[in-house]
């Protein structure tokens, strides 16, 4: 029987995404399902920059989208951020290492097959039409969510 992980991302800083994504990449290597649900912040993780449009959104929606990080490499650091300074250390030291970068992370747990889904009310809460999304993402209710979880072996808020 294959053994399932379902990750809960809502934060949209760099350090915690890149650890739920070499989480959801390393499970997938060890052939476990895997589930990303994005809500709130963590949409911004699965915003497609070249997608955002301006079109049928209120006031709000376009200031927040405007003022909110528009790619995944932008996303700031959750901790010693010191106005991007902390986050150009921790960029070096990955290059140093040869590690990967956070879209990097992304576009593997993509290509390895990890369902990514979008919760559909933080989607109306924060104006991201599904078409912003990148297109490996499903927008589905929490109750969805919920069930799909209640099955799986690793369950992680991050």
């Known amino acids: 029987?294959?053994?399932?992980?379902n990750i809960l991302m809502f934060s949209g800083e760099y350090?915690?995404?890149l650890a739920a994504l070499i989480l959801a990449n390393s499970a997938?290597?060890?052939?476990?399902?895997?589930?990303?649900?994005?809500?709130?912040?963590?949409l911004l993780l699965v915003r497609d920059p070249n997608s955002m449009t301006g079109e049928d959104k209120t006031a709000y929606e376009k200031m927040f989208a405007n003022m909110t990080p528009k790619h995944i490499e932008e996303l700031p650091?959750?901790?010693m951020n010191f106005a991007g300074i902390g986050k150009k250390m921790l960029l070096g030291m990955m290059?140093?290492?040869?590690?990967?970068?956070?879209?990097?992370?992304?576009?593997g747990a993509i290509n390895k097959g990890v369902n990514l889904?979008?919760?559909?009310?933080?989607?109306?809460?924060?104006?991201f039409k599904e078409?912003?999304?990148?297109?490996?993402?499903?927008?589905?209710?929490?109750?969805?969510?919920?069930?799909?979880?209640?099955?799986?072996?690793?369950?992680?808020?991050?």
């Open 15 to 17: 350090d915690k995404a």
């Open 131 to 158: 078409e912003e999304l990148l297109k490996e993402v499903k927008i589905v209710t929490a109750e969805e969510y919920l069930v799909d979880a209640m099955d799986s072996n690793i369950q992680l808020f991050i």
């Open 95 to 107: 290059e140093e290492s040869d590690s990967p970068k956070l879209k990097d992370f992304l576009m």
């Open 77 to 79: 650091l959750s901790k």
């Open 28 to 42: 997938k290597e060890i052939d476990m399902d895997v589930t990303i649900f994005f809500a709130f912040w963590g």
């Open 117 to 127: 889904k979008a919760c559909k009310l933080s989607c109306e809460i924060m104006g």
């Open 1 to 5: 029987m294959t053994k399932k992980m």
